[in-house]
């Protein structure tokens, strides 16, 4: 009976290969506050995504996003709206999507959202309101 004594082998490497799956989902869930970007974006992509709007308006971090309460200074609550920046952030990532979306949307198998054919930078070069 070889094979039966392997069974409690393969029930435990299917249970750790189950589980080692379940904890390198692509990060589902991990950002709490995303209304328009995809909830299943990796950390990687949000990361470069914050650091060129950091770069196309000339701004750091903060210019969209507020201090946590518990411990102010120290620590950042990204998931909160309570800078109003963040919101006109928000309608101006919605118009940059639609443009790429409607006029450079070649590859289909790219998700709109990420198309960066015209990007924040295209129009705002280093400023953060810019003038024409
Ligand atoms: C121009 C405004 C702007 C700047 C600058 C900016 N962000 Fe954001 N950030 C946003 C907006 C808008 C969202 C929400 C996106 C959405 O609703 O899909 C967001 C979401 C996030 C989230 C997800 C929070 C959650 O749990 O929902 C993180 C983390 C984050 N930003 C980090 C950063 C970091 C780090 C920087 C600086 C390197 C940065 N952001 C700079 C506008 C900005
Ligand atoms: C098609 C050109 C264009 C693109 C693309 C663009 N912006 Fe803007 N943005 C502007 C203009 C013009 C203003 C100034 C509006 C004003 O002064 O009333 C502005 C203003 C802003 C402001 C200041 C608040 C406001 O609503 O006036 C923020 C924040 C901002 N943009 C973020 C972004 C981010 C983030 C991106 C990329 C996701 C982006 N913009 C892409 C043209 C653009």
């Keep these: 009976m070889r094979s039966m004594s392997k ?8 249970v750790f290969v189950g589980t080692a799956a379940a904890f390198t989902r692509p990060h589902a869930g991990k950002f709490k506050n ?12 949000l990361d470069s995504i914050m ?10 971090c903060k210019f969209c996003h507020v201090t946590s309460v518990v411990f102010p200074g ?3 609550d990204y998931a909160s709206d309570k800078e109003p920046m963040k ?6 990532m919605r118009m940059t999507i639609e443009i790429n ?3 450079f ?14 990007t ?6 280093g400023e953060p309101f810019p003038e024409q």
Excluded at 120 to 125: D, G, M, S
């Design 105 to 118: 949307y070649f590859n289909k198998e790219e998700r709109p959202e990420y198309l960066n054919v015209v």
């Design 51 to 60: 650091e060129s709007y950091n770069k196309a308006l000339g701004v750091n």
């Design 120 to 125: 924040c930078r295209t129009c705002h070069r």
């Design 7 to 14: 069974l409690p082998v393969i029930i435990l490497l299917v």
């Design 74 to 76: 120290t620590e950042m």
């Design 101 to 103: 979306k409607n006029h």
């Design 87 to 92: 919101e006109n952030a928000r309608k101006m």
């Design 34 to 45: 995303l209304q328009v970007l995809p909830q299943d974006i990796p950390e990687q992509k």
